[in-house]
């Protein structure tokens, strides 16, 4: 029986899959940063259509934890592309499949 | 709440989300993963949780997708394509799609219908994070300060 | 007899929707909406007509020369003209831009810009879209317009509109968070994030003759005055046209446009003013409401685009007497005064409410707002001390 909240949760699966496939397949560093934001933004819909459908409670906790991890995708993102930046800076590439050393 | 509207910003969603992950030139995957973000606000806006729709497109299109096209811009290479595509990764994500499919219809509990009562005001959000959630907020609010430093110092120039 | 006239905009509207009265609900709201959006527009348009061809006159004046004053009476025509010729330019792409990219960015700029205007109160019960988040909503869709900046600039395949559009950029997020610090003062005094309720709280007199605008409050006028030289740079104007600076980069992200994109560029950076000083009368000046307890039998709205035309001379204004400034400086005005400086005006509402939001309060809020910028300005001297003038064939 196919409900709103079952539409809804498709709907984020497809979404965190199409992450899946960019953070999987793509070969720019950035791509796969873009990848695993989609994910985020995946889980945080599945917690608000949870927040929205589900059993009523005093406080709204689907709605608080996806502003934080709104908050936290942001930093991390932040964060991601500056490496992404650093490690250009030394090998002059952002194809993952070339950066397989540890030596800087 | 209309199916109709939820169908179409779905389509248009996972339509842009696509174009975002398979698109070969760099700036128009970044653009399209701009519009599909737009797509999630407007999700959360039908959803009633007008609140986080608006802090989705300020933090997202408004900061986040900025960062990646900056970013772009400054690792640019002569050809601006993605080279290489992994179709292993297409085979893995098409797996889980289904394996998620089948837990989401397999399980009993999903039909529940009902609408909330009233609508959550910002002022509520508001309350609750300097009440219930207060330790969170200043832990994110560290965790903030912690991740522009840190970037900062990764893209400082070195003093030789 | 003053209410009609007052609330004559918001009986017609009704009057309209009541022709659809047997038609489901949705029809009803998309036909409110769509009235609303038409006078949006109809009102936003209008007055960016208006005001292209008083900017030019009121700067000719300013530098001692009349303005354009060829078409019709005064020049008053001059926006038709500019119109037709726009119009009919020839719509040059360059053959190696990215042409959707370069397409869609004047569209992108325009929609963000109008949207913005959505959310503002024009009189009493005349907001055409009220959200809870309201100002929140503002915000949000203007931090859109980077992303379309970027765009214009990185679609035109052109270095200049490369270098333009990143330095736009920079400029606008750098002044983007006094933009939205300066707002959180206003927001925490009242409670809400609703325009309405905003406006609503700087109702009342004190002693009859002083309004309860935020304006009047030390830690209102400091924020005011941040959040209008914040508006200014995000509306890309002299002294901070950095972007679209002639003298230096062309026309920055809008070089590769020409013809009626080029306007389009135009429309939005103007809308954008009237968004900001909108915002600006909203939260500070009071709104829609009369400075006088006796002038109160004006119509609301008149006193909103009263205040509003006051605030765009200023702009124009600005722009004809200030030179550029240079891009560093620029970005050392933003990090290191402008940012603390709006932190102090949250701390100043702070101490102001907690003291009391009578006169003691006023007093210890100015006390903290002079302590802060008595003591940057100490800190960032940059110690040049100027020369004495001397001039070489004036004496």
Redesign the interface.
């Known amino acids: 029986m196919t409900s709103t909240l079952s539409i809804l949760l498709v709907v984020s699966a497809a979404l965190f899959c199409t992450g899946l496939l960019a953070a999987l397949s793509r070969r720019h560093a950035i791509f796969i940063l873009i990848g695993i934001e989609m994910m985020l933004a995946a889980a945080n819909l599945n917690f608000i259509a949870f927040w929205r459908f589900g059993p009523q409670s005093a406080q709204p906790i689907g709605v608080m934890v996806a502003i934080f991890a709104i908050a936290i995708a942001a930093a991390e993102a932040a964060v991601g592309l500056a490496m992404v930046i650093a490690v250009y800076r030394h090998y002059r590439t952002t194809n993952v499949d070339e950066l397989d050393q540890l030596k800087g | 709440m209309n199916i109709v509207a939820l169908i179409i910003l779905a389509i248009f969603t996972l339509a842009a989300a696509l174009a975002a992950a398979t698109l070969p030139k760099l700036m128009h995957a970044a653009l399209s993963f701009a519009v599909a973000f737009v797509g999630v606000a407007a999700f959360y806006f039908l959803l009633g949780a007008e609140f986080v729709g608006l802090v989705q497109v300020f933090v997202y299109v408004g900061a986040v997708a900025v960062l990646v096209v900056f970013t772009i811009l400054l690792t640019r290479t002569d050809a601006q394509k993605d080279r290489g595509f992994n179709w292993s990764g297409v085979l893995v994500a098409i797996a889980v799609f289904v394996g998620l499919l089948w837990a989401i219809f397999k399980t009993q509990s999903l039909a529940i219908n009902l609408p909330k009562a009233e609508p959550l005001t910002v002022a509520r959000i508001g309350e609750l994070l300097m009440t219930s959630y207060v330790w969170p907020l200043q832990c994110v609010g560290v965790l903030l300060t912690a991740a522009l430093i840190g970037a900062l110092i990764l893209v400082m120039e070195e003093k030789r | 007899m003053v209410n009609s006239i007052d609330q004559v905009f918001v009986a017609t509207k009704q009057w309209l929707i009541s022709w659809l009265a047997g038609t489901p609900d949705w029809i009803v709201q998309i036909a409110s909406a769509l009235i609303n959006i038409g006078a949006l527009l109809g009102v936003f348009l209008t007055m960016f007509a208006a005001i292209s061809v008083l900017e030019r006159k009121i700067l000719g004046r300013i530098q001692n020369r009349y303005g354009p004053n060829r078409v019709g009476p005064f020049g008053l025509f001059q926006p038709v003209a500019d119109g037709i010729k726009m119009l009919i330019k020839e719509d040059i792409v360059p053959a190696r831009a990215?042409k959707?990219?370069h397409f869609l960015a004047p569209i992108v700029i325009a929609a963000a810009a109008i949207l913005t205007l959505g959310v503002i109160p024009y009189g009493r019960n005349m907001t055409p879209f009220s959200?809870?988040?309201g100002i929140?909503?503002f915000?949000?869709?203007g931090?859109?317009t980077?992303?379309a900046v970027?765009?214009a600039g990185?679609g035109s395949n052109n270095k200049f509109s490369?270098l333009g559009a990143?330095r736009a950029?920079a400029q606008m997020?750098s002044y983007e968070i006094p933009l939205i610090v300066t707002v959180l003062p206003v927001v925490m005094v009242t409670?809400?994030?609703t325009p309405d309720k905003i406006v609503a709280a700087q109702h009342g007199y004190s002693l009859g003759i002083i309004p309860h605008w935020f304006v009047i409050k030390p830690w209102g006028f400091a924020a005011f005055i941040l959040f209008f030289v914040s508006g200014l740079v995000e509306s890309n104007r002299t002294p901070f046209d950095v972007p679209e600076g002639e003298s230096e980069i062309v026309a920055g992200h809008m070089t590769e446009y020409s013809g009626f994109k080029y306007a389009t560029f135009f429309l939005a950076e103007y809308l954008g003013m009237f968004a900001v000083s909108g915002l600006a009368v909203t939260l500070f000046l009071g709104g829609w409401q009369a400075p006088l307890g006796l002038l109160e039998f004006v119509p609301s709205y008149l006193w909103f685009f009263l205040k509003l035309s006051v605030l765009l001379f200023v702009y124009i204004w600005l722009r004809g007497t200030l030179p550029r400034m240079r891009v560093d400086q620029m970005m050392n005005f933003a990090w290191k005064f402008m940012l603390p400086m709006s932190f102090t005006c949250i701390l100043a509402a702070a101490v102001w409410h907690y003291t009391g939001r009578g006169w003691v309060g006023w007093l210890w809020s100015l006390g903290v707002i002079a302590i802060v910028y008595l003591t940057l300005s100490i800190l960032l001297d940059t110690k040049k001390k100027f020369a004495p003038r001397t001039y070489r064939f004036a004496e």
Do not use: K, P, Q, R
């Open positions: 990215d959707v990219v959200i809870d988040g929140l909503f915000f949000a869709v931090s859109t980077e992303l970027f765009m990185w490369m990143m950029i997020f409670g809400s994030l």
